[in-house]
């Protein structure tokens, strides 16, 4: 896949265009550019053209340590900035884009989230009757008209539009969470750092067995391993 340089919007549309063109079947994209949110009217042309493509976005979550857990403090401690940061950092991507109309206004984009969507398969009671009473428990701004704005309620973009890979760090709960989330024909394959000799092979080898003792029928597993995802790039993989 190409890696999308959005710090500059406009090259990046150049960029992704040409690399797509010359084979790349898809693009990776963060959850912020430079902290700046991804429904920021500068990213605007980026998701037409990848709506006008017809190709995948992968997107990964971007936090690092200078984000703070408190307001309090200068950085965040512990590593929560990547333990639970990066979770909570997909997920709020994805609700920037369905509350802005992203989803709406351009329908062919296809957006595969990283780690599962982040917390979302977990928090379905918060995103669903919980959003649908937007507006409920604030009092400085008028949220009443967020919904009346969108053509389906805020949970049925994120069970329904959003795509979700199957990397969590060999976690058994996160994957039934993430099946039970999502539609079947959402769901790719993807294993957490497969490169790294200790680690990696670990977490991928976790993964496989995880994925091999649900009950599922096979030809649903088939889509989870590689079809979903032929179907989403337009290319056959090799067996």
Request: net charge neutral.
């Amino acid at each position: 896949m190409a890696q999308a340089p959005l710090t500059a919007p406009d090259a990046g549309v150049r960029e992704v265009t040409r690399a797509i063109k010359n084979g790349a079947l898809g693009v990776q994209i963060n959850t912020n550019v430079a902290g700046m949110p991804l429904d920021h009217p500068a990213f605007e042309p980026f998701f037409a053209a990848m709506n006008k493509l017809n190709k995948p976005i992968w997107l990964h979550p971007a936090r690092a340590g200078n984000f703070p857990d408190y307001l309090s403090e200068k950085k965040s401690k512990y590593e929560i900035w990547w333990t639970l940061g990066w979770s909570y950092e997909t997920t709020a991507a994805m609700a920037r884009l369905v509350f802005s109309g992203m989803l709406d206004k351009y329908p062919k984009l296809k957006i595969i989230t990283h780690h599962s969507g982040g917390i979302a398969p977990m928090l379905e009671g918060r995103i669903g009757p919980g959003w649908d009473q937007i507006g409920a428990r604030t009092s400085d701004e008028d949220l009443s008209m967020v919904l009346k704005s969108l053509k389906k309620r805020p949970l049925d973009y994120f069970k329904h539009d959003f795509y979700a890979d199957t990397a969590v760090f060999g976690g058994v709960p996160a994957t039934h969470a993430g099946l039970a989330f999502y539609d079947l024909d959402k769901i790719v394959f993807a294993s957490d750092c497969p490169f790294d000799p200790e680690r990696g092979t670990m977490y991928t080898r976790e993964t496989l067995r995880i994925l091999e003792g649900i009950d599922l029928p096979k030809a649903d597993k088939e889509k989870i391993w590689h079809g979903n995802l032929e179907a989403i790039t337009g290319v056959k993989f090799p067996s």
